[in-house]
């Protein structure tokens, strides 16, 4: 069990704000997913990867494959009020899930 965190690297965001995203991303998919795979992910020390993409489209495309899948997946849009300007997608959570269901989606991608 794994989770995977997707990034938006062309947003050139702090570290703060990415770790702000990130975390924002992971809890919001992490409360779709059933109780029985929220307990199994807790159990098994809540593995996550965080990984990167370079655009807006590659985000909604990664979300939008995550959820033609049915996997437990949330698109965050930050609310543009510190460094961002306006309403930006900035992140995807997936899963907690199996890791064969979050490598076929997010296997390609690069680590942040």
């Known amino acids: 069990m794994k989770q995977a965190i997707i990034i938006r ?12 995203q990130a975390s924002h991303a992971s ?24 990984l990167k993409v370079n655009s807006e489209k590659e985000l909604v495309d990664i979300f939008k494959k995550a959820k033609k899948e049915k996997i437990s997946c ?3 849009t930050d609310a ?4 961002l ?5 900035t ?4 899963g907690p899930d199996t890791d064969e269901k979050i ?10």
């Open 9 to 20: 690297n062309d947003l050139k965001m702090g570290k703060g704000k990415i770790a702000a």
């Open 27 to 50: 809890i919001a998919s992490f409360l779709l997913v059933s109780k029985d795979k929220q307990e199994r992910w807790l159990n098994e020390g809540m593995k996550k990867v965080v």
């Open 74 to 76: 949330e698109l965050i």
């Open 80 to 83: 543009g009020l510190t460094q």
């Open 85 to 89: 300007e306006g309403p930006t997608k």
């Open 91 to 94: 992140a995807v959570g997936i």
């Open 103 to 112: 490598d076929m989606i997010t296997g390609k991608l690069k680590l942040l």
